[in-house]
């Protein structure tokens, strides 16, 4: 083999050696560099002859360029690996399946919510709405709970600075109780010319405020109000209503109830209501479910009515509380931390 045969046999066993672009370059060097040995061999021709310089450089040129050739397909080689490489990093693997869009649910605060809308429609009642951010007058004052009263102190408030002008303490409802005045006060301005007083029966479910936060109290809970009102609504009717309404939301036939005295300022007489069920872990066991009461006559007063002519109950229950007792759930608080991995066993 010629000495040039061996250099482009070397050049090519270099390059295929070669296995990144810098090693590759720096084999270059050796064959075509300043110092490379085609250079070198270049540089050697200087003592030779006119006729030798002719052959010895054309066989020179001929070994250069297949060294050139050999690095450029290996430079192409060495990219086209890279690409490749980079590609397949790249890859998008189109038979995957795509991204699901997760299914949602109601929350279970929401599913309970329904539940009383329904259940408490079939028996007659209206729903109403009314503000979270509440007047002194609705909130307390109307539901004969005058200022300085200890009894306000029953429930700690979020006062909020409304700049009104009559000065009015605002702050967010802590009770669904204002909605009793509101909806019956729009109800007997509505009436008040007809002949026949038509009863009032309606649910007020909504969001209720208080400073309080622990495994069962929550800033920010929920409460139904209900309220019955006419010529001659009792405590019978009170009883008849929430017992089929727990029993109902509860899906216990065997379910029963009773009345405890207690204290509101917008009631007299008033009683906590208590249910057991007669079945699931809980059954056997005295569970408060609600605060109630025959309307206090200084409320249905406060609601353009007349206590002479008008009586009735009203009741007010905890949405979340009723919510645990359905599903079983022990800490309030799940139902405000937004975690999937509870939320979706309600779906
Ligand atoms: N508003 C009361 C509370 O939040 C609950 C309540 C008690 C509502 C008796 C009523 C009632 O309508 O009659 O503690």
Redesign the pocket.
Known sequence: MSDLDTIIANAQAAFAAAATPADLENAKAVFLGKQGQLTELMKGMAALSVEEKKTRGAAINVAKQAVEGALTARRQALADAELDKQLKAEALDVSLPGRQRGQGGLHPIALAWDRIEQIFGSMGFDVADGPEIENDWFNFTALNNPPNHPARS??DTFYVDMNDEEAQPYCLR????PM?IRYATAHAKKHANDAVFPEIRVIAPGR?YRVDSDATHSPMFH?V???WLGENVSFKDLKITFLNFCKTFFEDDGLVMRFRPSY?P??EP?AEIDIQFSKGPLAGRWLEV????Q?HPTVVRNMGLDPEKIIG????SGIDRLAMLRYGVNDLRLFFEGDVRFLSQFR
Do not use: N, P
């Open positions: 029953m429930q802590t009770h669904t109780s009793q209720t409460q109000e209900g309220l509101f917008f009631t008033s609600a605060g109630s009461g309307v109950f009203a009741f007010g």
